[in-house]
């Protein structure tokens, strides 16, 4: 596609529910980046995948989250048990990671959850 | 945590004004880049400067990068209403997933 695509644009759930975000990223980008931003704030990293290598899961706040990519394209963050704390909205990128290359980062215009 | 900050956290001008944003960081760094942010949705990508370079231009866009004090400067000269929004820099310090601070939210009154 012509961009990164995420869905959905915004989410409401209740407290203890499990929720699915989905990332579509730009065909051939091997990167996807997982982000989550609170209100005001800046980025804060949650997971990357790159190709087929094992994902770097270090930014995952807690258990509840995880996140996979299937068949090396969309990718899917799914927050089991809900709580209030994550409601943000999460951001999704991806980029070419070349070897060697500058790392520039494409985003998509992100889901934003609301847990109630 | 974030690694370094953006300053100001809020910014008023005037149409036509400069607008300066600074980013400082901590670590090392392969490169720094720019983005921003229209109404909390998605960022673009607006300049990357490379940890071996000073200073770098795109439009009415000029970065530059310090590296002995660890910061970078973003200028936006002759801005316009249409350039408010929220400017982030991103570190990339080798980890690929790049380090974001808690941004600049520029207001151009017009």
Same mark, same amino acid.
């Given at each position: 596609g012509a961009g990164v695509s995420q869905s959905p644009s915004n989410k409401v759930t209740e407290k203890g529910k499990d929720v699915e975000l989905r990332c579509d990223p730009i065909s051939g980008h091997t990167a996807l980046y997982w982000y989550r931003q609170s209100l005001g704030q800046g980025l804060e990293f949650l997971i990357y995948f790159q190709g087929n290598s094992a994902p770097d899961k270090s930014g995952l706040p807690s258990d509840r989250f995880s996140a996979e990519r299937t068949g090396g394209s969309v990718s899917?963050?799914?927050?089991?048990?809900?709580?209030?704390?994550? /409601? $943000?909205?999460?951001?999704?990128?991806? =980029?070419?990671?070349l070897a060697g290359s500058y790392?520039?980062?494409?985003?998509?215009?992100?889901t934003r959850l609301t847990v109630l | 945590?974030?690694?370094?900050?953006?300053?100001?956290?809020?910014?008023?001008?005037?149409?036509?004004e400069n607008a300066t944003m600074n980013c400082s960081y901590k670590t090392s760094i392969n490169n720094l880049q720019w983005y921003r942010q229209n109404s909390g949705r998605g960022l673009?990508?607006?300049?990357?400067?490379? =940890?071996?370079?000073?200073? @770098?231009?795109?439009?009415?866009?000029?970065?530059?990068?310090?590296? =002995? @004090? @660890?910061? /970078?400067?973003?200028?936006?000269? $002759? /801005?316009? $209403? $249409?350039?408010?929004a929220s400017y982030f820099c991103a570190r990339d310090t080798g980890r690929r997933a790049l380090t974001f601070g808690s941004g600049t939210r520029l207001q151009v009154q017009p």
């Open positions: 899917t963050l799914t927050i089991q048990r809900t709580q209030q704390e994550d /409601s $943000a909205v999460y951001l999704c990128a991806s =980029s070419l990671a790392n520039e980062q494409f985003f998509g215009p992100g | 945590s974030q690694q370094g900050e953006e300053d100001p956290q809020a910014l008023s001008i005037q149409e036509g673009v990508h607006l300049i990357l400067i490379r =940890s071996n370079e000073r200073e @770098k231009h795109s439009g009415r866009l000029r970065v530059t990068l310090d590296t =002995s @004090k @660890k910061s /970078s400067s973003l200028l936006i000269t $002759a /801005s316009r $209403a $249409a350039d408010t």
